[in-house]
């Protein structure tokens, strides 16, 4: 029989040890919360300095950059085949393939491009449309009077 010290030293050991762990993850914790902490004040003193220097300028390139993305993204695509139409629009999409068997086989998307003559309007096209507008009659309705 295994004698009730040698019990008692064991099982002190053991309970000494897994305490010693929680102990240390316990610390680890509280570390990992203080670093996020530090950067989080790191980031909103960024967002105030970046607010405390807001110029006339910087929305006024938020409306270059909306506009240019209109135009090219939306606009030029269905202008081309109006000019001219020799010129081919192309249009992405994803194509899924297939290889191997049942189970033991995987999928992954091709990216294909297709020439297509004439005027294009695509659901992307649409979805980009009022996301924009959106975003344009939505802060022009929460502006305060």
């Given amino acids: 029989m295994i004698p009730l010290e040698v019990i008692t030293m064991l099982s002190s050991s053991l309970l000494s040890g897994v305490l010693s762990i929680v102990s240390q993850s316990g610390r680890n914790k509280a570390e990992q919360n203080k670093a996020l902490m530090q950067r989080h004040a790191a980031t909103v003193a960024d967002v105030q300095d970046a607010r405390k220097h807001n110029t006339p300028y910087q929305s006024t390139t938020r409306r270059y950059i909306a506009w240019a993305s209109v135009l090219f993204i939306i606009c030029l695509p269905k202008i081309v085949p109006l000019i001219d139409p020799t010129i081919p629009v192309y249009l992405m999409y994803l194509e ?35 996301a924009v507008s959106g975003f344009y009659f939505g802060s022009a309705a929460t502006k305060k009077t």
């Fill in 96 to 130: 899924e393939e297939t290889t191997g068997w049942w189970i033991f086989g995987s999928t992954f998307d091709i990216t294909k491009f297709q020439a297509i003559p004439g005027v294009i309007i695509t659901s992307a096209d649409l979805h980009f449309v009022a």
